[in-house]
């Protein structure tokens, strides 16, 4: 696939974000058309989403294994087997040095052309989707792209003694872009919301109290599809897409 951004071919995609299920609710349906097309995408968690859930039945210490395998089981809906997690504390993340380079390593690792990542802004208009988690994220993951991660003298651990050269990411996906910072592309994704859909189900813990998800999704996709111009009856995703140099 070639980047819209005119950065060239995209043959890998990594998706950073704060919290097991913050991937499904926000570009899932896109995620799935990118495997479609054949690119190959790794998913990066921050935090393990321990201080999530809503049964109180359900042992606290046991909520962060519970969420990873909801993840993992919710990537396969998509076609991504390749989950990984940084283990950082839920709702105490914090766009440190230390998860700079732990996401500059992830970005190494994998060479991604394009990158999915959370705003570090605060939207008003939905102010659920700025939890401090998320911002954090997304200040963290925008550092790492740049200028850490192209950057062989920053974090020269990760080349001296890991081996892991710098890397330069040039397609960089936004979700839930804030006011000073709104959507430019809009994703079809009617053809797979029953994919999201079916992913955000695999988050039992997280969707299981919902009475109507599909509703509500459709309810904000529909929006989305709108706003971006879409023939009616069509259901979107839409991002802030940024050509990094």
């Known amino acids: 696939m070639t980047s819209p951004t005119g950065q060239g071919p995209v043959e890998r995609a990594l998706v950073v974000v704060a919290h097991p299920d ?22 990066l968690l921050c935090t393990n989403g321990d201080a999530g859930g809503f049964d109180p039945q359900v042992a606290r210490a046991d909520i962060a ?7 993992r089981a919710a990537a396969k809906e998509v076609g ?28 190494r690792q994998v060479r991604p052309q394009r990158l999915l990542m959370q705003s570090p802004e605060i939207n008003w208009e939905r102010i659920g989707a ?12 925008l550092n790492s792209v740049y200028p850490d ?14 081996g892991l050269e710098a890397w330069t990411v040039h397609d ?12 430019n592309r809009w994703v079809d ?23 109507d998800l599909e509703g509500m999704l459709r309810g904000w996709l529909g929006a989305n599809a709108v706003t971006g ?3 009616e009856g069509r259901l979107a995703e839409s991002f802030r897409v940024v050509a990094v140099p």
Do not use: C
């Open 22 to 43: 913050d991937i499904d609710f926000g570009a899932a349906g896109t995620v799935a058309s990118w495997v479609d097309e054949g690119i190959e995408v790794t998913y």
């Open 65 to 71: 294994g519970i969420r990873k395998e909801e993840q």
């Open 80 to 107: 991504v087997t390749d989950v990984r997690f940084l283990g950082y504390a839920d709702g105490q993340l914090v766009p440190s040095f230390e998860l700079r380079r732990d996401i500059s390593r992830v970005i």
């Open 130 to 141: 700025s939890h401090p988690d998320h911002r954090a994220s997304g200040e963290a993951t």
């Open 149 to 162: 991660a192209r950057n062989p003298f920053t974090h020269v651990s990760l080349l001296q003694d890991e």
């Open 172 to 183: 960089l996906w936004v979700m839930a872009a804030g006011q000073s910072g709104g959507a």
């Open 189 to 211: 994704v009617t053809d797979t919301f029953d994919r999201k859909v079916a992913a955000l189900r695999r988050h039992v813990s997280q969707t299981a109290h919902m009475e």
């Open 229 to 231: 111009g879409l023939p």
